[in-house]
């Protein structure tokens, strides 16, 4: 009677004991503030749900009503869970942000710096809304880029899977691979209800977001709405357009800039150049004039000229005067008169033989003593005095043992000839014999 008279009912109530089976099935209580009802959700059912259920949220169930004969008690069988009202899903929004807030998802540190200027931008929309061609209309306007878009559900069942496996996807992409890893993701989808946009409130879209090596923009809904995905990403933009305006910049603006910049370069490089023009002007004026310069010493050449020019005049009187008064002491008669005296001074003397021999008697002493110093150094007398001169093959005196021992044959001269001998250390080899110097030639030493 309960089942045919309460086939299909929708109910109001908070959630209360809600649990998983290892099933899959999802078994919970709905209670107000006077009662309580059972509730099971079968697992196909659960797993359709667009938000996770949890004690306390308050929803609205619709399904059939039936006993359940094992504990005498009668249950509803879930077909349909929707949060009730607006204000439960803030509720339950504010509760999960605080969780995951705690976590440290959501924490300033984490947030990565947006590349400067991305080569691939992955975008993670509906393929079919105008979401991604305002995102590729201001892409192409800023600065054309390439673009990779991952196509998703942006609401509804199956929208969660979708965006959070999209992230994943791209952040498992292979950098060297035939489509190379964005640098730069945009997570984006239009404007909408909160219900409409509860898909980006879910924590398994907010963990793959905080996850997600790649840096993220999440530009969901207009500029007052607000999704978890928001704290997640490291950059929120109000717009999916402002997220396009964020990703590039303006390729204009940079040609600008690199303009500018190449126009403060050249005026830097020729900057030394002209400072050092202005200066070298500056000494050029404080320089005096070249014909200044030359004013004292044209002067002095003047000065030095009319004196040299005085002098040389009166040089030459003094001369001319001088000349004239040696006139007569220069006549024919004294000069000759004065050669006949020289001629007889020079008759007068004469040149004595000791004059010339004694200087000749001091020059052979000091020979004779050079001669017989020569005599006594002279290498072949220690031998007469019994000492004997070893001389290797080539004739060149032996003077230590240690060459001597190097030298395959040996000479030992005596006063009266030489005898050939061979080291001890040395190879036994018959002796040449040696030529003999000429008479009256001595042998060389060095």
């Known amino acids: 009677m309960v089942e045919d008279r309460f086939g299909y009912v929708k109910l109001r109530g908070e959630l209360s004991g809600v649990k998983r089976a290892a099933s899959g099935h999802l078994y919970c209580g709905l209670k107000d503030e006077k009662s309580v009802i059972d509730g ?15 004690d306390g949220i308050e929803v609205v169930a619709s399904g059939k009503i039936t006993t359940y004969p094992g504990r005498s ?36 540190e984490r947030k990565r710096p947006l590349p400067f200027l991305p080569d691939v931008i992955g975008v993670v929309t509906s393929p079919t809304g105008s979401v991604i061609r305002d995102i590729l209309h201001r892409l192409a306007d800023r600065f054309p880029s390439r673009v990779l878009v ?50 980006f409130n ?45 990703a590039v910049p303006v390729l204009r603006d940079l040609a600008a800039t690199i303009d500018e910049f190449g126009l403060r370069q050249r005026k830097c490089a020729l900057r030394p150049v002209q400072l050092g023009r202005e200066r070298l002007e500056a000494r050029v004026a404080r320089l005096p004039r070249p014909e200044a310069l030359a004013q004292q010493a044209t002067q002095k050449l003047d000065d030095l000229g009319e004196r040299l020019r005085r002098g040389l005049a009166d040089r030459a009187a003094q001369a001319r005067e001088q000349l004239q008064a040696d006139k007569a002491r220069l006549s024919a008669p004294l000069l000759r008169s004065r050669l006949d005296q020289a001629r007889q001074r020079l008759g007068s003397a ?65 006063r009266d000839g030489r005898l050939d001998v061979v080291p001890a250390s040395a190879p036994r080899r018959p002796s040449r014999p040696r030529p003999a110097p000429p008479p009256g030639e001595q042998p060389k030493l060095l």
């Open 40 to 54: 099971v959700m079968w697992r196909g059912t659960a797993q359709r749900l667009n938000f996770l259920p949890e």
């Open 150 to 199: 991952w196509p998703v559900l942006v609401q509804g069942q199956g929208s969660v899977e979708q965006i959070a496996a999209a992230l994943r996807g791209f952040c498992g992409m292979d950098a060297n691979g035939p489509i190379p890893r964005p640098d730069l993701l945009i997570v984006a989808r239009g404007g909408g209800s909160i219900e409409d946009l509860w898909g």
């Open 350 to 414: 004469r040149l004595t033989p000791a004059l010339v021999q004694r200087p000749l008697a001091e020059r052979r002493d000091r020979l004779a003593s050079i001669w017989r110093l020569a005599e006594q150094l002279h290498p072949d007398r220690p031998l007469q005095r019994g000492y004997a001169m070893v001389l290797d093959e080539g004739g060149r005196p032996v003077t230590d043992s240690a060459a001597a021992k190097k030298e395959p044959a040996l000479t030992l001269k005596f």
């Open 73 to 108: 008690k009668y249950q509803i069988v879930i077909e349909r869970m929707e949060i009730a009202g607006e204000g439960a899903l803030l509720a339950l929004l504010e509760k999960t942000r605080k969780r995951l807030e705690a976590e440290g998802l959501f924490a300033p």
């Open 202 to 246: 879910e924590e398994a879209v907010v963990r793959a977001i905080a996850d997600s090596p790649i840096p993220v923009i999440s530009a969901v809904g207009h500029e007052t709405d607000t999704t978890l995905a928001d704290f997640a990403a490291d950059m929120r933009a109000p717009t999916p357009t402002a997220a396009a305006e964020m």
